[in-house]
């Protein structure tokens, strides 16, 4: 259990339609990044918040957009929904030592278009 | 344009033996490096990292090495035990925070 966690874990919905996908980072960490997972591909980079404030900005779609609340849990709103947005979307929050920064991925959430 | 690649998409490794997983990439800014592992219905888990300052860094029964010359790294797991099995990706980053992940290799590890 890496201690970020992700609702819901499975969400099924149809095409043109919104959603909106949960993520609370590790206790004490302030960053959260979101990451979508296509059948058969690496995780791709979507977006990054640090202590609210975006940080760092992938190949997210307009159609796509995130927040980080006071809270420091973090949003990913999803609309328009397309057969191609079907995917599996994972949040990681982060934690920097010495010298580099571990990312601690929660258990995603595999959204299904139809 | 796939930054970091992963040319095998699986690899299979008797119980005891070396794993050796491979990753590729192109950019040469990037500076440091992460290899993750991730079961079936989980998320990614932290392996290991090496920043571009070192050539090899161990952990345990797992070693990456960079050959920056070559922009390739490599993961090894010695022994490799039947609990490896899994898909393990390599990232890269720049230090922008963006992080790029390969698309993984499949580990089975025979008992």
């Known amino acids: 259990d890496s201690g970020v966690t992700q609702t819901p874990k499975h969400l099924i919905t149809a095409t043109g339609q919104r959603v909106t996908l949960r993520c609370s980072p590790r206790?004490?960490?302030?960053?959260v990044y979101w990451y979508q997972q296509s059948l058969d591909q690496g995780l791709q980079f979507l977006i990054q918040?640090?202590?609210?404030?975006?940080?760092a900005k992938g190949n997210i779609l307009e159609r796509f957009s995130a927040q980080q609340f006071p809270d420091l849990h973090s949003e990913l709103n999803l609309s328009s929904l397309e057969l191609g947005d079907s995917a599996l979307y994972f949040c990681?929050?982060?934690?920097?030592?010495?010298?580099?920064?571990?990312?601690?991925f929660g258990p995603g959430t595999r959204l299904l278009v139809l | 344009d796939q930054q970091v690649k992963q040319n095998s998409p699986s690899l299979s490794v008797q119980e005891g033996r070396i794993s050796i997983l491979n990753c590729d990439y192109t950019?040469?800014?990037?500076?440091?490096f992460l290899w993750y592992k991730k079961y079936p219905a989980e998320g990614p888990t932290f392996l290991i990292s090496?920043?571009?300052?070192?050539d090899k860094n161990e952990d345990g029964r797992f070693t990456v090495f960079l050959n920056k010359s070559a922009k390739h790294l490599s993961l090894h797991i010695v022994p490799s035990q039947p609990g490896d099995s899994a898909v393990y990706f390599c990232?890269?980053?720049?230090?922008?925070?963006?992080?790029?992940f390969g698309t993984g290799t499949r580990l089975k590890v025979l008992a």
């Open positions: 918040y640090y202590n609210g404030e975006e940080r």
């Open positions: 990681a929050s982060s934690v920097y030592d010495s010298w580099a920064e571990t990312q601690y």
């Open positions: 090496i920043s571009s300052i070192k």
């Open positions: 950019n040469s800014m990037f500076d440091y």
């Open positions: 206790s004490g960490d302030l960053s």
């Open positions: 990232a890269a980053t720049s230090g922008t925070y963006k992080y790029i």
